[in-house]
């Protein structure tokens, strides 16, 4: 089905999830890609700093906020008799988490304001010639790198490294 085939009618919404780095909002939208007003759903969360730079976010803090703005929506579109057609979002760029072999987090999620990795983004400074890509500190490289240092033991434990949208499916479904 191409897109100009997609059925959305005067009924049908579009959902924007954005995972940001102070809240979790769940929109709604038009199929003019206009917000409805009244629609919606914000929740607020923290980000965990330390002195030496670390930004962290507890996975299922962040998951469990996710699906309470999704539930949230859900309930005022299910009221309003409206239909959902498509579902989009957005979650926080360079953040990943690490879990262990039944899927449950051994790392929190590392933000992607963490600048605990900038050594070791200096000791990357040869994959620009190769990637093109700037060594830098919120990189997944670097924070693995300081991970491996730093958190050996919870590094070692680790069996699959996520960023937090794989991570919110894999606890969804």
Not at 1 to 23: A, H, K, R, Y
Not at 74 to 86: D, E, F, P, T
Not at 91 to 112: C, K, N, Q, T
Request: proline content about 5%; some cysteine.
């Amino acid at each position: 089905m191409d897109s100009t085939s997609l059925p959305i009618d005067s009924n049908s919404c579009i959902v924007s999830v954005d995972v940001g780095s102070s809240s979790v909002r769940a929109l709604l939208f038009d199929a003019q890609a206009r917000q409805i007003a009244g629609y919606g759903a914000q929740l607020a969360h923290d980000v965990e700093t330390t002195p030496d730079g670390g930004a962290e976010v507890n996975p299922d803090t962040l998951a469990d906020l996710t699906i309470s703005c999704l539930d949230q929506l859900h309930q005022q579109v299910y009221s309003a008799g409206l239909r959902i057609a498509a579902v989009g979002g957005s979650a926080f760029w360079h953040s990943f988490l690490g879990v262990d072999a039944s899927g449950r987090p051994v790392i929190p999620i590392m933000h992607l304001l963490d600048t605990r990795a900038d050594e070791e983004a200096r000791l990357l400074a040869d994959s620009h010639a190769r990637t093109g890509c700037v060594p830098h500190s919120s990189y997944w490289p670097a924070k693995l790198l300081w991970l491996e240092k730093h958190r050996p033991a919870e590094f070692a434990a680790t069996r699959r490294w996520l960023s937090f949208p794989e991570y919110l499916f894999q606890k969804l479904f």
